[in-house]
């Protein structure tokens, strides 16, 4: 994943241009994005993490909205676990994939697959069709949707008003600080590509010969764009010991190894200060 340049823009027309670059990334790997390339088993780590948050936190029949779908993984699962699913996705092919998901599980009426990109929450409840109407339970967002958002404190807006007081946001979020990244890269003298995190505003990051326009958060950071409308009930951090999912080989050589440092992750992520690092982190915010 390496830095690219944009061509000088009106900032209209830079946003819809990041945006499409972002979706056609998207669109490029939705075909196998289920497979090895989005879901090895560093990356299953992470993503039980957020089932069993969700499914701690969240009554059976909750109605809840998927920001950030993908080929629908999280979403068919939650439905199996008896909850109510409104999965969207700015790019039509991850949307197609997860309509296929729903389907063959079944679960068409409890999950429901929309083209929607966080940038247009707005439509959700404002428009008749095959779109749930509000308020929901809650939101969760799985392995970095929110850092391609072009204006958080907006999305943060149309959550706060999708979600009923009380409900609750459960994101997964890529972060700032990942000491295995910095050192994986130092180790190899690339030394840019070990700094990209520390970047402010968008950043331009490689995927498939394509460009996703990505933001790296702190949590306290992230958390600032949805303080007007929601509480912090917490975060943690995700593969902090644990090396994040692109060192997947390293982590096959010595599986039993690995695990170990993924206990620590358990135990100790939670932890102030560690918290703060890691891959991704997990966040928790309640509606005011």
Known sequence: MEISSQPELEPAALDEARLLDTQRAFDSVAADYDGPRGNNELIQRMRLTLWD????LFAPGSRLVDLGCGT???????????????????????????????????LEGDVRAAHVGVQ????????????????????????GPLNCALDLPAVAAECARLVRPGGLLVFSVIGRICPWEVA???????????????????????????????RYYLPREFYRAFADGFTLDGYRALSLFM?????????????ARYERLGLLDDRWGALPLLRDMGDHFLIVMRRR
């Open 53 to 56: 948050t969700v499914q701690r």
């Open 184 to 214: 994986h890269y130092l180790r190899r003298g690339r030394f840019r590509r070990a700094a990209v995190r520390a970047a402010r505003g968008a950043t331009a990051v490689g995927m498939n010969q394509h460009t996703i326009w990505t």
């Open 243 to 255: 090396p994040p999912p692109y060192l997947i080989d390293r982590y096959r050589r010595h599986p």
């Open 120 to 143: 247009e929450l707005g439509r959700i409840g404002s428009e008749s069709g095959d779109l749930f109407d509000g308020p929901f339970d809650g939101m969760y967002s799985n392995f």
């Open 72 to 106: 629908g993984i999280d979403a068919v699962e939650f439905g199996q676990r008896g909850f109510r699913v409104l999965a969207t996705d700015w790019s039509p092919r991850m949307v197609e994939r997860t309509r296929d998901r729903a389907a063959a599980a079944g």
